[in-house]
């Protein structure tokens, strides 16, 4: 069982019939020269690669950019379509005056499994106090939160919001909540190690490839900057495997980090066991 | 006279050889034209259009060589974040393979069919699947 926990349903047909909405996805986004594909083709991609599942990530930009990349309700409508293949998570502007009631609407009435947060597009840093009672809440409601962190590609999004040290708090504060660090917050690997050996409720995830070739990069990743033996040895349950589909094609990266992960029961965490626990727990699916 | 049909193909591997001469010879037939030339014609630089021989030794042969002559793994330029896509690069073998093989043949048209040697078929050569790929037919006589 292998579980993509990262990848935007930017260019799904079914929620791609409005050509303004695709170019206001492209143009917040920063993505482009690609076009909608039909669910068939989605799924034959996924397994292709021997992915079980993705996690779904939409994104609210309603105050920044007056819209969403992709809305809460067209996460829903995917997961609908196809439950055994997606997990849905929700995304909230935090500006947005009725940030806390859209929250509670994620989780209460669409069902979604955890939130989608974008420091660096929608502008906040993670450790402000309006942060707080959101935080709270996905605590209290054992909903996991997928933060983007690292490099912000996005067009009019800034890096500064994504340094990793900027996370400590909610991982000191909401010892229970499960905060995922996405793309190993590069370039700051080492401040992503830091965070990761301290607090166990930090998770960070592989979707990236900024610099040369699949197999270039994760080789100085898996090889230099943090082994399999040092994974094994520190961080068994906190790296999960994410794609950042469209951007990079999961099959391709699968197969560089399987050229370096060799060791079966480190892959089987990577690739499968962390994900389940970041998203609901050491208790496990209720 | 001018006919044109495009034709649409979800590839299914990394690299492959998909077999085209049935359709395309359905097309041609339903032309109205007999005499004149028909172009295959890609819409892709990751892709290639052949004529060979319809055979599964020298299909394998084919995507075997191909993949030892441009090897996944050497050390291409063209593998880096792309700032025009917002994407990650990564397919130059395919690029590669794509520039070796071509984009497009020509046969000639009699008695509205393929004036085809009998060894000869054409294959759409995916170098860089599973993708969506379009191809265009376009006959041109009377």
């Known amino acids: 069982m292998t579980t993509d926990v990262h990848m935007h349903p930017i260019y799904f047909d079914v929620i791609s019939s409005d050509d303004s909405k695709v170019k206001f996805r492209e143009e917040k986004f920063g993505i482009h020269k690609q076009s909608p594909y039909p669910m068939e083709e989605i799924l034959y991609e996924m397994d292709y690669a021997k992915i079980d599942k993705s996690i779904l990530l939409p994104l609210d930009l309603t105050t920044i950019e007056g819209g969403e990349v992709v809305s809460n309700e067209e996460i829903k409508k995917i997961v609908a379509e196809v439950p055994e293949r997606f997990i849905g998570f929700g995304s909230v502007d935090p500006s947005r005056e009725d940030a806390i009631d859209q929250l509670l609407y994620i989780f209460d009435d669409l069902k979604l499994s955890g939130l989608n947060l974008h420091p660096g597009k929608q502008l906040f840093y993670p450790n402000e106090s309006k942060m707080k009672k959101i935080y709270s809440i996905c605590q209290e409601k054992n909903k996991p939160i997928m933060f983007h962190a690292g490099l912000s590609w996005e067009p009019q999004s800034y890096i500064k919001y994504g340094q990793p040290i900027h996370f400590e708090e909610i991982a000191i504060e909401y010892p229970d909540l499960r905060i995922c660090l996405s793309h190993f917050c590069w370039p700051w690997i080492k401040e992503t190690i830091m965070l990761l050996i301290k607090y166990p409720n930090v998770y960070t995830d592989t979707s990236m490839l900024y610099l040369n070739s699949f197999e270039d990069f994760f080789r100085e990743l898996f090889t230099k900057e943090i082994d399999q033996l040092t994974i094994e040895r520190n961080f068994p349950k906190q790296i999960l495997f994410g794609s950042n589909t469209p951007r990079f094609r999961a099959f391709k990266m699968k197969q560089a980090i399987e050229k370096f992960i060799v060791k079966e029961d480190v892959r089987e965490n990577l690739f499968s066991l962390n994900a389940e626990e970041f998203l609901y727990g050491k208790k496990g699916k209720q | ?142």
């Open chain 2, 1 to 142: 006279m001018i006919y044109s049909e495009k034709i649409s193909i979800f590839t299914h591997k990394s690299a492959e050889l998909i077999n085209m001469t049935a359709e395309i010879e359905s097309i041609v037939a339903k032309s109205c034209i007999s005499n004149g030339v028909a172009f295959v014609i890609s819409q892709h630089t990751t892709t290639g259009l052949v004529i060979n021989e319809p055979l599964e030794c020298v299909e394998q042969d084919i995507v075997n060589t191909l993949a030892k002559l441009i090897p996944d793994d050497d050390a291409y330029i063209h593998a880096h974040f792309l700032p025009s896509y917002g994407a990650t690069s990564n397919n130059s073998p395919g690029h590669l393979k794509s520039t070796m093989l071509g984009n497009s043949v020509t046969f000639s048209v009699s008695d509205s069919k393929l004036e085809k040697g009998s060894a000869q078929d054409v294959y759409l050569a995916e170098c860089d699947g599973p993708q969506s790929r379009q191809i265009i037919v376009k006959i041109m006589g009377e």
